[in-house]
């Protein structure tokens, strides 16, 4: 039997909770992409898929993943970028802040309008970076660098679906 | 299967608090990264944290080359073979010239004391993949601390200088280009000896020559190779091949660019070679505050007392 027409909120709630290996190995999964060995504008392009699965995982499971796992996930990607400390973590943490804020609002739309909400975020985080490199004096690397923002919110239409749909469905599968 | 349920009253900081508890955080960080250089030991144990994932993320382009190696047909392999075989003749007699002019050195310097200022040995590595950093020029190579590698060892391929070790890591190390922003040479012109500093441009492929003045005897074509004169590159090692030279008497300076000698961005199998001399002044890493010469300054007049 299908379950009762509930507004998106309110599904929320009743919602049961992802599992921490869910979150754990999509997050795993996401920074093997991005250390894939891209260079040149495949770099500049690069959309951000630690960042797309965390603001995926702050907007639907806001009591596990908050900002704290950014900071720690931001950290560990400067790191491996061998990027300035602290850069990916601000970034992180300033998304995923806007995530927390406008949460509500995202889950009352359909895919392609929260796409639109995330590509706020995303350019958001791209900003903090741009100008704390600028500010240190860096060039400007180039106008790839603002296609990846958009390249970063398109990712959460298959994020959403791989995450969200298939495991939902897979559970009502069961269930029947 | 018993599931909690949903906390419906919120507990803890605010989202507004936590954001600027860890925006605090995060520019204290930045600050301790680049103006102390104080999280080095942060870096080095989270980068063997994320190390086992690294590795994993190459297999698949590594495998790629492995095929693509194997079925390269054997009609490149003949042919690069006999380009070798070449070079290796052509090479052949300067090296034997430079073994000659090397043992005389050390017989001089063997009348006067001090240090040679040549280096000896070195460790080859491969680079494993263009740092992940739109903003920088470094290349990931896969020998660290447990090869010996230190910061500021110079690295060079067959050609010239690519760069210099500035983030050592466990297994693997950081090399930051000579085409980085910033990122400075002492070089000295083969022709005339006439010394300058090298800076990198920021853009692939070109180096500049700031700081010369319009009268100074440069001409398109002519090279620069390391002067040894900062302590930390050994003399000698090409540098880069005079690409423009733009002359303009408004100006106090002339506009030289440069193009490197070595394949920066698409060598495979490069060269570390050590600090010929100890003691040398570490290298500016990620130095975007750094002005070209002024660390170098310092440890030129070291140099010149020693000798």
Known sequence: MRPADLTPVARDVLKLPAGVGLIFFSLLGAFLLQVLPWSGTWLLARPDFVLVVLLFWTIHEPRSIGQGIAFALGLLVDVSDSMLLGQHALAYVIAVFGAQVIRVRIMSFHVPEQTLHVMGLTFAASLVMLSLNLLLGADFPGLAFLVSPVLTALCWGPVSWLLYSAPVRRRREGAS | ?????????????????????????????????????????????????????????????????????????????????????????????????????????????????????????????????????????????????????????????????????????????????????????????????????????????????????????????????????????????????????????????AKIVAKPAAGVQNHRYVMILPIPQPGAAPPETRAQESRPGKARGGARGRRDATR
């Open chain 2, 1 to 253: 299967m018993i599931r909690e349920p949903p906390s419906f009253f919120h507990r803890g900081p605010s989202p507004l608090a936590r954001l600027t508890f860890f925006t605090i955080a995060a520019i204290v960080l930045m600050i301790a990264d680049h103006r102390f250089r104080a999280l080095e030991t942060v870096r080095l144990s989270l980068s063997v944290l994320a190390h086992p994932i690294q590795e994993l993320a190459v297999v698949p382009s590594n495998a790629v080359g492995r095929v693509t190696d194997y079925f390269s047909s054997q009609e490149r392999l003949l042919r690069e073979n006999q380009e070798l075989k070449v070079r290796v003749l052509e090479q052949s007699a300067a090296a034997q010239e430079a073994r000659l002019l090397r043992a005389e050195q050390q017989h001089l310097l063997a009348m006067s004391p001090g240090k040679s200022r040549y280096a000896d040995g070195g460790t080859l590595a491969e680079v494993l993949y263009t740092a992940r950093n739109p903003f920088t020029r470094k290349v990931v190579i896969d020998k660290g601390l447990q090869a010996g590698v230190a910061s500021g060892m110079p690295v060079i391929d067959g050609e010239g200088v690519v760069g210099q070790v500035t983030n050592v890591g466990t297994f693997t190390s950081e090399v930051t280009l000579v085409t980085e922003k910033d990122q400075s040479v002492p070089v000295m012109l083969v022709r005339n000896g006439l010394r300058a500093i090298a800076v990198g441009s920021g853009k692939d492929g070109s180096i500049d020559v700031p700081f010369m003045p319009v009268s100074a005897d440069i001409q398109n074509g002519d090279t620069f190779v390391t002067s040894g004169i900062d302590g930390t590159y050994p003399p000698g090692l090409l540098v880069a091949q005079v690409t423009s030279v733009e002359k303009n008497t408004a100006y106090v300076f």
